[in-house]
């Protein structure tokens, strides 16, 4: 049997160590849009991972979207190599972070320790799980420096905007090749006792309605978009969304809400632009032309990305036959495929055995309700042994004061101990 004693207790002599790099990493603020502070924190990641032995490199995802002068896209690799061959085991975590929005009571970059919780904006998703999986590795290579095969740490770019300057990058150029990577472990923040098999399928789309600019008083004279846009979302309250939720999956997706399909109206900009905040004139009289939103609608397993496609523009023709003057149209920003690992791979088992044994209880197995990147390993890099294993609560992310919990920071950290030693020490079991 493994000895799991000195690597809990080598993680334990970490707290503090854990706590500091957490709150250092929140003070990064990391916001994307735009794509703020990534070579900063690619600096500090670096330096900190050289330190403990990492052999590392900036990666700059020239050219994908959002890459500029201004806001280049970096990502970092290190890689830690045993002194025996085997198998290597890749923790990739984003370092990107949401808008803060309003309601916040603490400091959003101010990585406040209070209760045993660290506040700040990525305290939760992911910045409390990237420390954890470093703490795991440092500990783990000083507890068993006699290890085969390899451990890699990524900290990418872009996964709260699709993962292309990140993930999607680095494994269109072979970083994830099954090759030189075997099992991934993603920790997004699914609860220490959890492992997420995968998740839920994306299309986001664009929707424009239009009409004809007239002046406002004679809005007869013309043809107002919004109107026409307030039918769209007519349709889809009366039809789209009631189909929708009579759908259920067999996926073991949380929270129990995502078990049917959803359709969030994530913007909507109608007639004139938004005036600049110190503009202290009237508007124009004016009848809009043109109403645009975009959806972001989430599918199940059980549907196809084409009968989601048909779905939304069967509504549209539908208003088009029988609307005067109706006339639309529909762009594709973007679309994801539903992605599961399954529960007898390689990389599930090890970490349900880590989790019985450091949590004391079998793992529950779920699906997340939004894509992460996991779905460009297993499309891009065709690595299916790929799973999402972290520390925090879902709900907690993108939301005011999230936090993340330094116990369940560091029991996760001993449960992905655990899996290296189970990886890379297969002599000791």
């Known amino acids: 049997m493994l000895d799991r004693t000195s690597l809990s207790q080598a993680i334990d002599a970490r707290r503090d160590d854990l ?19 990534y070579r900063a924190i690619c600096e500090y990641l670096d330096a900190r991972l050289s330190a403990a032995g990492f052999e590392t490199e900036l990666i700059r995802a020239t050219g994908t979207p959002g890459d500029s002068e201004t ?43 209070r209760d045993g919780r660290i506040y700040g904006r990525g305290a939760c998703d992911m910045k409390g799980g990237l420390a954890a999986s470093i703490i795991a590795a440092e500990a783990f290579v000083a507890t068993h420096p006699d290890f085969a095969g390899h451990i890699e740490i990524s900290c990418t770019a872009d996964e709260e905007s699709g993962g292309y300057g990140g993930v999607a990058y680095l494994a269109e150029k072979g970083w994830f090749d099954p ?28 929707i424009e309605t239009r009409g004809e600019i007239a002046h406002g008083s004679m809005p007869f004279l013309g043809d107002c978009a919004v109107r026409h846009m307030g ?7 009366d039809k789209l969304y009631p189909a929708m939720a009579a759908r259920r999956t067999e996926m073991p997706v949380v929270p129990e809400g995502a078990r049917s399909s ?66 639309y149209e529909l762009t594709e920003i973007n679309s994801v495929l539903p992605s599961m690992t399954e529960r007898d ?38 690595l299916k042994n790929c799973i999402a294993y972290g520390p925090g609560i879902l709900e907690l992310a993108h ?31």
């Open 262 to 327: 959803t359709m969030n109206i994530n913007s909507i900009h109608g007639g004139q632009p938004e005036n600049a905040p110190d503009f202290t004139g009237l508007p124009a009289h004016c009848v809009p032309d043109s109403c645009r939103i975009v959806i972001d609608r989430r599918f199940l397993v059980e549907e196809s990305l084409e009968e989601v496609r048909a779905e939304v523009t069967a509504l549209l023709e539908g208003l088009k036959a029988t609307r005067p003057d109706f006339d």
């Open 179 to 206: 090759a030189r990577v075997q099992h991934v472990i993603i920790p997004e923040p699914l609860d220490k006792d959890r492992i997420c098999l995968g998740h839920r399928g994306g299309w986001w789309a664009e």
């Open 19 to 37: 706590i500091a790099l957490t709150q250092d990493l929140i003070r990064i603020p990391t916001l994307n849009p735009p794509g703020r502070d």
């Open 399 to 429: 939301k005011p004061d999230e936090y993340v919990g330094v116990d369940d920071m560091l029991d996760s950290a001993k449960v992905m101990g655990a899996a290296l030693q189970t990886l890379l020490l297969p002599a000791a079991d």
């Open 71 to 113: 806001y280049p896209r970096w990502n970092i690799v290190a890689r830690r190599s045993g002194r025996h061959p085997g198998d290597c085991v890749h923790f990739n975590s984003h370092t990107d972070v949401v808008e803060v929005g309003r309601g916040w009571t603490t400091d959003p970059f101010g990585g406040e320790l």
């Open 231 to 237: 039918a769209v979302l007519r349709e889809f309250e």
């Open 345 to 382: 791979a390689p990389v599930v088992r090890t970490v349900a055995r880590a989790i019985e044994d450091v949590i004391g209880k079998p793992p529950e197995y779920v699906a997340s309700p939004g894509t992460y990147d996991q779905k460009h390993i297993d499309r891009i890099g065709r």
